[in-house]
């Protein structure tokens, strides 16, 4: 699927959700509509290893995903080498938000770790797609 972007409403909620996790890692997949990301679907039971919350994420069969969100407590927005081979798994989007999970304080990385642009779209969603 062509990626042409994340709903504003998805990114702003991501930034929220990690907000409201810290300092423990919030991890989840995303999924596409049409080709724009707008949902997201967290793990329950999010810990605070890094490694063991996106393990999990990756191990999730039967879920189509176009790629992974988490946070980063640390502030520094670059894949760690757990996330680089888990990156290369699973869809072609991976979005690290870092603390303090300001507007800018995210990027989005293809499956081999590369830095890619996403755009931020604004679009309408219903609000239960992001429940
Ligand atoms: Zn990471």
Known sequence: MQI???ARETLDF???VSKSTYPLE??????AKDGIITDILILPGTESSEVSA???LFMMPN???VGSVH???GSVIRPSK??????SKTGSHHIIAGHPY???NWKCFNGRGEEISLDVLDVEIEDEELL
């Open 4 to 6: 042409k972007g994340i």
């Open 14 to 16: 991501i930034l929220q």
């Open 26 to 31: 919030f991890a989840g997949l995303l999924q």
């Open 54 to 56: 996106t393990l999990r």
């Open 63 to 65: 879920i189509s995903a």
């Open 71 to 73: 946070s980063h407590p």
């Open 82 to 87: 757990a996330d680089l081979r888990l990156f």
């Open 102 to 104: 300001g507007p800018g």
